[in-house]
């Protein structure tokens, strides 16, 4: 499977931008990047994903690395909502209907 | 807009025991997914299903089974419970179409002792 790697932790002041980079450096040429995130006791929502430009909605925006080897997620002004577990995830490479894969992810937290 | 629900929330299960997780989705999705995360850990696959009638494995299928009979309902049933499976569930689904997001229920909390 397409490996990623990221922080364990990150920590950022409430109404500051968050930059949350992830190394995918195994990513085939031809799938997406998603990243979810995952608030305590729930289970992991959609944030966004690209494959190599950069995109943008109305949670975040994601910057890909022209090589496709990184790509960082940015939260323009974090709130204290944003604290949660980010995870940037590729497809399970055993076929799974494009199934992910997820790592450890990233645990952001906003201080206020 | 109840989205995917998976019961129950919570429970223990001795080892040897087996039960059956529910996930029920009400967006006409084609596919679902079943997932385990352990603590501290990211998701796996466990099993999916493309739509009613079709079922494969994904990465830790060992232990598990799961049936699709309806388009809405994608159980998954654990048989001779082990303490390796004591972990968090997590059901999905997602609308037929490549890279659509998936829509992820609140998890079954399973603990085997």
């Known amino acids: 499977d397409a490996k990623t790697t990221q922080p364990n932790s990150m920590e950022s002041n409430e109404e500051e931008p968050v930059h949350l980079p992830c190394n995918h450096s195994?990513?085939?040429?031809?799938?997406?990047i998603h990243w979810y995130r995952q608030l305590p006791s729930q289970g992991p929502e959609y944030v966004i994903h690209?494959?190599?430009s950069n995109v943008n909605n109305r949670m975040a925006s994601l910057a890909i690395a022209e090589d496709r080897k990184s790509s960082t997620l940015i939260l323009h002004r974090a709130t204290l909502r944003d604290a949660a577990v980010y995870y940037c995830?590729?497809?399970?490479?055993?076929?799974?209907?494009?199934?992910?894969?997820f790592g450890k992810g990233t645990h952001l937290i906003i201080q206020p | 807009n109840a989205g995917v629900t998976q019961t129950p929330k919570f429970r223990i299960l001795k080892i040897g025991q087996s039960m059956t997780l529910q996930c029920a989705q009400d967006?006409?999705?084609?596919?679902m997914y079943w997932y385990r995360q352990d603590p501290g850990m990211g998701l796996k696959l466990i099993y999916y299903?493309?739509?009613?009638?079709?079922?494969d494995k994904g990465e830790v299928p060992n232990g598990y089974n799961v049936s699709r009979s309806t388009t809405e309902d994608f159980p998954l049933r654990l048989e001779l419970a082990a303490p390796s499976q004591t972990s968090v569930y997590f059901c999905?689904?997602?609308?037929?179409?490549?890279?659509?997001?998936?829509?992820f229920g609140d998890g079954t909390r399973l603990s085997i002792l």
């Open positions: 999905a689904s997602r609308r037929l179409g490549p890279n659509q997001p998936q829509h």
């Open positions: 195994t990513i085939s040429g031809t799938d997406y």
């Open positions: 690209g494959l190599t």
């Open positions: 995830t590729s497809m399970y490479s055993g076929g799974g209907a494009d199934g992910l894969t």
């Open positions: 967006m006409n999705h084609n596919y």
């Open positions: 299903s493309v739509g009613a009638g079709i079922t």
